[in-house]
């Protein structure tokens, strides 16, 4: 049973930076392709970027260059990095994987969803607020 923890929300000022962290327990990332989605009241959760097992990163707004998904080398927390916060950027941020604890692969994440869907495993969301 896998369970993934986000961490390192908060309220910051817009010009700031921020990472967030997926911690997972009881599996790692290890062959998982990892998807980060953000969430605002009264709309689904949408794609921000995502980062598949061999490493490749890929981002909704390809030409966003405040955005970065990383790991650290024990696989076990994957990070995102939003540099140059905007107001806009608030939202909660939630972490999903697939490939991981049984979670079967999709051939690619859903730009919409509703958060905590079934298809992944689902963080519980950090809430960044730029202002």
């Known amino acids: 049973h896998v369970q993934l923890v986000e961490s390192g929300g908060g309220a910051v000022q817009a010009g700031e930076s921020l990472t967030i962290s997926c911690a997972a327990s009881?599996?790692?990332?290890?062959?998982?392709?990892i998807a980060w989605y953000r969430h605002n009241p009264g709309t689904e959760c949408d794609l921000v970027g995502t980062?598949?097992?061999?490493?490749?990163?890929e981002f909704v707004d390809s030409g966003n260059a405040r955005l970065s998904i990383s790991q650290n080398s024990a696989k076990s927390t994957v990070f995102l990095r939003l540099d140059n916060l905007e107001p806009e950027d608030t939202a909660k941020y939630y972490c999903?994987?697939?490939?991981?604890?049984?979670?079967?692969?999709?051939?690619?994440?859903?730009?919409?969803?509703?958060?905590?869907?079934?298809?992944?495993?689902w963080g519980q969301g950090t809430q960044v607020t730029v202002s």
């Open positions: 980062q598949s097992r061999d490493g490749r990163t």
């Open positions: 009881g599996a790692t990332f290890e062959g998982a392709d």
């Open positions: 999903a994987a697939t490939r991981i604890a049984g979670f079967p692969a999709v051939s690619r994440f859903p730009r919409e969803t509703v958060c905590q869907t079934n298809f992944a495993a």
